[in-house]
């Protein structure tokens, strides 16, 4: 089994700055593509960014793309979005999903098997 646990969110201003960490147990976590999504009250989740197995191919939202980066350290089972810039729309909370594939350079947007509980990131302006 699989899990995934978040940290890193809390509350920070306008244009300010945020990593967020998501830890996943296992000895194979580098058989896994990482996602992470955010749902913000009374929206749908929505796909932010994802990294492929090998964190050399990633694909990000057009919302977030050039302020936010995905990166993983399969040797400490730890995948990490950098968020710049933040905007109030960015309140939301955040989890990560693992999808476990054979392809190494592939990302995903959806069809992960195992989530994260979610952290709670608020922008204040």
């Known amino acids: 089994q699989v899990q995934l646990v978040e940290s890193g969110g809390g509350l920070v201003q306008v244009g300010g700055s945020l990593r967020l960490s998501c830890e996943v147990s296992?000895?194979?976590?580098?058989?896994?593509?990482v996602g992470w999504f955010r749902q913000a009250a009374g929206k749908e989740r929505e796909f932010v960014a994802a990294?492929?197995?090998?964190?050399?191919?990633?694909d990000y939202a057009d919302s977030v793309t050039g302020r936010f980066t995905i990166s993983r350290d399969n040797a400490e089972n730890t995948v990490y979005l950098q968020m710049n810039s933040l905007k109030p729309d960015a309140t939301a909370v955040y989890s990560c999903?693992?999808?476990?594939?054979?392809?190494?350079?592939?990302?995903?947007?959806?069809?992960?098997?195992?989530w994260g509980q979610g952290t709670q990131v608020t922008v204040s302006s």
């Open positions: 999903a693992a999808r476990r594939t054979t392809l190494t350079k592939i990302v995903f947007r959806d069809g992960y098997d195992y």
């Open positions: 296992g000895r194979t976590f580098s058989s896994y593509a």
């Open positions: 990294i492929s197995r090998i964190s050399d191919i990633a």
